[in-house]
Nanobody, 118 residues
Framework: QVQLVESGGGLGQAGDPPRLFCVAS????????MAWYRQAPGKERSLIAV???????VYADSVKGRFTSSRDGAKNTVYLQMDSQKPEDSDVYYC????????????WGKGTLVIVSS
């Protein structure tokens, strides 16, 4: 089993770049790729960044060029640096982990709320 815990959300102003953290614990060696999703009230959860084991990252068009995600394997942590924020980036942000080698399971954090004021 793997546990994912996000932190770093809160209230910020547009142009004030917060950094989100996702710390993994448990069977972290089983985790292949990790990702960040976000969800607004009444909307579906949407993928914004995928971080592969090799460190390569793919971004959704909505955040490409503004958000940067990275992974520190030694700390079992993934980061989401949110630059050039916009009010429409106000969402609950979720960390996701995919276990394809041990239990073939998906793991989700509980989410962290980011509010961006104009």
């Amino acid at each position: 089993q793997v546990q994912l815990v996000e932190s770093g959300g809160g209230l910020g102003q547009a142009g004030d770049p917060p950094r989100l953290f996702c710390v993994a614990s448990g069977d972290t060696d089983c985790i292949a790729s990790m990702a960040w999703y976000r969800q607004a009230p009444g909307k579906e959860r949407s993928l914004i960044a995928v971080i592969n084991t090799g460190g390569s990252t793919v971004y959704a068009d909505s955040v490409k060029g503004r958000f940067t995600s990275s992974r520190d394997g030694a700390k079992n942590t993934v980061y989401l640096q949110m630059d050039s924020q916009k009010p429409e980036d106000s969402d609950v942000y979720y960390c996701y982990g995919l276990d394809q080698s041990c239990n073939v399971m998906e793991y989700w954090g509980k989410g962290t709320l980011v509010i961006v004021s104009s």
